[in-house]
């Protein structure tokens, strides 16, 4: 049923800690191995080898770039998978009922077996937390590592999303937001973390924690030393240019005609 | 977003077959036998082509029956439910129309009020969407109302009313860019928003997560075209509203002039459904630093 759940009797997520995050993608990799080869269909690659690789992904890392303009630059490591949300619109849009929200943990899960690959719950979610898998059709999505936060085969160090397991700065941190007096409920109220994007109305579970205020850095002069021997000119600002825009083919040709009008 | 052809065939094929069933459920052309065989003939033509066409897009369109079970919640599911009901309701009516010449005027009214409720639930699958929110506007369900029964009124031969349904059908789609251009900067749509580092300082992608492409980019982030928004626009206009309205007003009416009149419209009606895709800014694309105020 993809209605949501009035209430759910735990709240597990993940919080993850924007301070102390590296950037180093361990997590992306550990999301990847044990997501491929452990519950529903394997997170596949196309053209994995060849000039223009795709894959699917249940966590990925952006890195931003924050300029206060009277401070140095900072850089925010941003790791990004699904956040649980209490009010999931991606749950509700889904005409089959795969999508769904469990009850008793708050987990938003996806059936694959009647997921029909329509795409519109990727659609419905702000966070580009779902990706469908383009070798099974199906919706994929981050678990919370569900096969393992309850698999009594592994050793009980072992049993949390292997996001969380992996990092090696220790930036994710998993636990019950139902619980005020749990890890993760203590670490968000000491930081002040707040729900990701509160415009789009989701009511996100996991909470991201802001980076802490840095001391002030003296930049008079210490340390821009170098920079009248550097030529940093005309490479600065194209972070964001990571794909190509322009069309080929039947849109090449009305790209073209158009511009010609 | 991505302006795949399924989807742009389904919204805009659909909408027509579903707004001449409309017209024809309230005896609109009065027509019996073979003459009616023809209109209902196209009709089903044009709403069962767009809801085939709908499930080319899925990975697994084996399993589409299962996308009627969630009605309570997903408009995508009422949409799908709608389509079949009027479907099976104009069918009755159609059946004793044409074999019977036997006229049900209150099934011909229920079929032709939930064509248009089919109608408003396709409009619903993508007017719900807050991560869309030039879609996300009052406006979106009254102008795919507006398409289909202008679509409707051209397919029946009503020369008059498809005239004045395309001036406000124009003022509409219109209306509807131009409130669309303002709706992702009132849902506060920046990068400082939707990372929450706005307090930090301005912020920008220095690193993409990914070297190539992914799923979210190509489905979320599409930006051909956004650069001749504005003479597509005014092709759309010309096309959809425009020339068939002058065409209709101007010439004497007659089976060639109708014709070259749906023939506009529909080109019109493509163009626009094209940009109606492709011009819609995805919120989760922000995180890739794209949908900047120029």
């Given at each position: 049923m993809t209605t949501l759940p009035q209430s759910t009797h735990k709240k597990l997520g993940l919080a993850i800690d924007l301070d102390i995050c590296v950037g180093c993608h361990a997590c992306v990799i550990n999301c990847k191995e044990w997501n491929t080869s452990n519950y529903g269909a394997p997170l596949s690659d196309q053209d994995a080898y060849g000039a223009e690789p795709v894959g699917t992904f249940l966590n990925r890392i952006h890195t931003f770039e924050v300029k206060a303009a009277d401070k140095p630059a900072q850089t925010v490591h941003f790791p990004k998978s699904c956040l649980h949300c209490d009010d999931a619109p991606c749950v509700t849009v889904c005409p089959t009922g795969a999508s769904y929200k469990r009850a008793d943990d708050g987990i938003v899960l996806v059936n694959e077996s009647d997921c029909i690959g329509c795409g519109l719950c990727a659609w419905a979610c702000?966070?580009?937390?779902r990706e469908l898998d383009a070798a099974e059709g199906v919706m994929k999505k981050c678990t919370l590592c569900v096969d393992r936060i309850y698999n009594e085969n592994l050793p009980e160090i072992d049993r949390e999303p292997a996001c969380v397991r992996t990092c090696p700065a220790n930036a994710r941190h998993f636990g019950d937001y139902a619980d005020p007096d749990s890890n993760v409920s203590r670490m968000a109220a000491e930081r002040g973390a707040v729900p990701l994007f509160p415009e789009q109305g989701t009511s996100p579970v996991n909470r991201y924690l802001p980076p802490r205020p840095k001391a002030d850095i003296q930049t008079d002069g210490d340390i821009d030393i170098l920079a009248p021997f550097l030529?940093?000119?005309?490479?600065?600002?194209?972070?964001?240019?990571?794909?190509?825009t322009s069309a080929k083919g039947l849109l090449g040709w009305l790209d073209k005609a158009l511009e010609a009008i | 977003m991505h302006p795949a052809p399924s989807v742009i065939v389904f919204t805009a094929l659909s909408g027509l077959g579903f707004g001449l069933l409309a017209f024809l459920g309230v005896n609109v052309p009065d027509v019996t036998g073979m003459t009616a065989f023809i209109f209902f003939f196209i009709a089903y033509a044009l709403a069962v082509g767009g809801l085939v066409a709908s499930t080319f897009h899925l990975g697994n369109p084996q399993r589409a029956l299962k996308a009627f079970t969630q009605w309570r919640s997903s408009w995508l599911s009422r949409e799908g439910v709608f389509a079949v009901l009027s479907l099976c309701v104009m069918g009755i009516y159609a059946a004793c129309l044409i074999f019977?010449?036997?006229?049900?005027p209150v099934v011909g009214i229920i079929g032709s009020i939930l064509s248009l409720i089919s109608v408003y639930c396709t409009s619903m699958i993508y007017g719900q969407l807050k991560t869309v929110p030039r879609w996300n506007q009052p406006l979106t369900p009254f102008l795919f109302l507006a398409y289909a029964q202008t679509g409707g009124a051209l397919l029946s031969g009503q020369v008059y009313l498809a005239a004045g349904l395309m001036v406000l059908l124009m003022i509409l789609q219109y209306a509807h860019w131009t409130i669309g251009d303002t709706r992702l900067a009132a849902a506060g749509g920046t990068i400082e928003a939707a990372t929450g580092l706005g307090h930090l300082g301005k912020v920008r992608l220095l690193e993409s997560p990914h070297s190539g492409t992914n799923y979210l980019l190509r489905e979320m982030a599409y930006e051909v075209g956004r650069k001749h928004a504005v003479k597509l626009r005014v092709i759309a206009l010309l096309l959809l509203g425009f020339l068939p309205c002058a065409l209709l007003v101007l010439t004497a009416p007659g089976h060639l002039s109708a014709l070259v009149a749906i023939v506009l419209h529909v080109a019109g009606v493509f163009a626009a459904r094209w940009l109606f895709f492709a011009e819609a800014e995805h919120v989760q694309a922000l995180y890739y630093d794209r949908h900047r105020a120029a």
């Open positions: 702000p966070y580009g937390a030529d940093t000119s005309g490479n600065g600002n194209t972070a964001s240019g990571t794909s190509s | 019977l010449d036997l006229r049900l």
